[in-house]
């Protein structure tokens, strides 16, 4: 019952072309699945009414999967029945009767079979009209700055998913951001413009949104210009607020000068190093939570114009005197960005998601590398069958799942995860989308997720690492097995706080050819409540069950001696149990 009434509450996604598709459909597959003639002439001329109407969803740009099954199926039954339009079926009654009887049988059982198989085909369309109904892309490429700005704004505030969750003040942003606008297309100032939009879009703290083709390391001519030379150091934030050096390039600028790593940066050419670092604006991508925008901060603190001298005081560890040194910036091929927040490449994908080992100490340790299925592992969750079993076999007194850095994908195999540390089935998520013909969000009744426990599923201690770089479906699995009592959080921070859903994303295109993507769906509980995703205040995420606190002691460790202090804490959590 529950499906059905799904399938029949997906028709409000159906666009007005895709409806009137499968109503013709409907309609010709009912007069034409038990007699090849019609009662009433008018109804010869259906398939091609059906026609004209997937031409012109095809013209408006329609080419979701839904649409190209009804367009086929709608000329396959206009080529079927086209003869109709210039001649009526006719049967010869001087024929040989049990030779037309005979033929007639055959034909009639054809044409149910064909019609019931084309049923099932509407029934998959209608299954799949929410997660892939079409969201036509805005293209404001040739508009001026200003109406662009205007046009993008006005969509975003029907269509944006989250505006009411982060309290948005969508009248007091475009009064803020229009005149900025308008200044960059009065001075024909493409940089102005650039800067702008950028900022805008950082406005909405969503880790989710970008600019499609724009790769701030490769392609970017503003921010080489501003931040395109490394002086080979790169900073964090402590909880007391003091800056030091989470990163240092050998041979750099900086080690010459004699910085070493852990140092503590006290001032910036001459101002507070704490103040600079405040001000850093720069980012690779929208920082969704505090937690993310204190990590950014301090990777782009450090970047400067190439040729630009800075003079930077400091106080190595161990040192009670500071010491003061002028460094020029240099291309360093953006190294200490690179570095610090590493992306996947091919050469990642090519390799299992998911690897494993048993640590000296007993516990059995699980690294998801990403949630998504490839060519050569079609199956990842296989690998964690595997890892699973490994460790019953050797006993483990424990398993440590690694998830920091992990940058998400698919849901799905995220609650398929999630099962194999279940004990019994419970909700992940149901996905709500903006409806165009209602002006609000609506729940897709067709699209809900459950964690099913596997048949081997592990009850023992489990510990799961986290950072704020555990994002979009890799929050999903912490999300789901929180507050278990075999189960303990452990982290720095706590994750990314980007949990929206990209099942057809917003695109805009704007001027200068920016390409800007934002996600289209919420994700939320059994209550119908968003979970997880970031709010105004820039809290969001799964938090950690224990929170390590960034001193002095757990910064050195991590960041000087090389030690997995996140580890080290999950495995005495779990120890104490």
Known sequence: MTTIWGLADSVKWLTGYQAAMMLICLLTLGTNAFSNRSRWRVLDFVPLAGLLAALLSYASGDATLPSLVLYGLTILLFLCTMRRLWKRPYVNANDAAAMQKQKRRIWSFLRLIGALCAVLLLLLVLAAAGEMRFNAKSDFSRLTYSVAFDQLHDRLKREYPFGEWKGIDWDAMQAEYEPRFAEAERLKDSKRYYLALREYLHEYRDGHIEIENDELLKNNQFFREEAGGGLGISALQLDDGSVRVRLLLKGSEAERAG?????????????????VYARAAWSDIPPSTTDVLRENQGRFMTRAAIGQTVEVEYRNIGDSTPRIATLTAYDDGYETLKQTRKKLTPDDLAKPSIEWRMLDNGYGYVRVKYFLATDRYPKPWKLLEQALQDF???????????????????????ARVAGYFADVPDHYETVSYYNRHTGSFAVNRMESIRIEPADDSYDGKLGILINSRTASSAEGVPMALKGRSNVVIVGYTATSGSFGVLSRPIRIVMPGGYELVFPDGRSLDERGTIQLESNGDGSGGVAPDIRIPLDADTFAESYVQGRDVELETAIRALEAR
């Open 259 to 275: 910085i070493r790593l852990g140092a503590e940066l006290l001032k910036w050419n001459g101002e507070p190093a704490k103040d």
């Open 392 to 414: 019953r076999e050797g006993e483990a007194r424990g398993v440590i799942l690694d998830l920091r850095n992990n940058p998400g994908g698919d849901d799905e195999l995220a």
